[in-house]
């Protein structure tokens, strides 16, 4: 039984970042108070570090003691999984992911995030494989896994099937070049902004971050923005759903403005 009813978590790919200090984080704020400040002010935070390193139980435990109630993490997972010629042969590095201690985040355990290279194309027999190595659930926690595919060889019918059929999400990468999927294929949806201009206030202007909370609205509500590019035009199930939204990379030192500003938006 879900917590908490299904609702838009909007943040930022991780908090420590230099030129966020006296930008995002007050001048003269501890380092080590820094996610408690971003917990404060957003709802969710996209974890990079779990792609490079494997963590303990003992650090989710601390991150999950330093953020609100309903505050969740996603956590990136390992390079050694997805950045591999046969997918299917994942399965050890997948457990030992799992294994790290991210149910040590409790309630705050977000999605997980499989992140495949640009060159990595569709292969239906080992992509499949590949899904059926990530479990629906691990040490009493059920887990929402999502794949960020960035080949236009995954634009296909089969690729949105293989997802359906295992309730996996596909990341919808708004993006000057990766693919852009908006199929929803699970019972959440995942999107990483990419696009944002250094130049502008929030890092994205007014009338992109309108649409935005008008595309979060819809998704909450269990529909499918009609402008968003998808490869099955067969409707999904109408209904609510999660959706958590990510500004990453570009402008990154406007991404909390622009995070603060869609969660503004939403209320």
């Excluded at 930008?23 to 990079?48: D, M």
């Excluded at 902004?193 to 502008?200: R, Y």
């Amino acid at each position: 039984m879900k917590p908490y009813p299904p609702k838009a978590y909007v943040g930022i790919g991780g908090w420590t970042y230099e030129p966020w200090r006296g930008v995002f984080y007050p001048k003269g704020l501890p380092h080590a108070r820094e996610l408690e400040y971003a917990g404060q002010h957003l709802t969710s935070i996209e974890v990079n570090g779990t792609f490079y390193s494997t963590m303990k139980p003992a650090t989710f435990a601390k991150w999950a003691s330093e953020v609100p109630d309903g505050f969740v993490f996603s956590l990136k997972g390992p390079r050694y999984a997805v950045n591999r010629r046969v997918l299917a042969e994942a399965g050890p590095s997948i457990e030992r992911f799992l294994q790290s201690g991210i149910t040590e985040l409790g309630p705050k355990l977000g999605p997980l995030l499989w992140q495949f290279a640009p060159h990595k194309k569709f292969d239906a027999a080992d992509f499949g494989a590949f899904l059926d190595l990530l479990p629906d659930r691990f040490d009493g926690a059920a887990l929402r896994h999502v794949v960020e595919v960035r080949n236009d060889t995954f634009k296909t019918p089969e690729f949105i099937a293989l997802a359906c059929k295992k309730g996996v999400a596909i990341c919808y990468a708004e993006h000057e070049t990766y693919t852009e999927i908006a199929d929803i294929t699970a019972d959440f949806v995942y999107a990483r902004l990419q696009k944002g201009d250094e130049k502008l206030k929030a890092g994205y202007p007014p009338k992109a971050l309108d649409q935005w909370a008008e595309c979060a609205k819809v998704w909450v509500k269990g529909g499918e923005p009609a402008d968003l590019p998808r490869v099955d035009k067969k409707p999904a199930p109408k209904k609510p759903r999660d959706a958590f939204i990510y500004f990453i990379h570009e402008a990154k030192v406007k991404a909390p403005a622009a995070a603060m500003a869609l969660i503004e938006r939403l209320k």
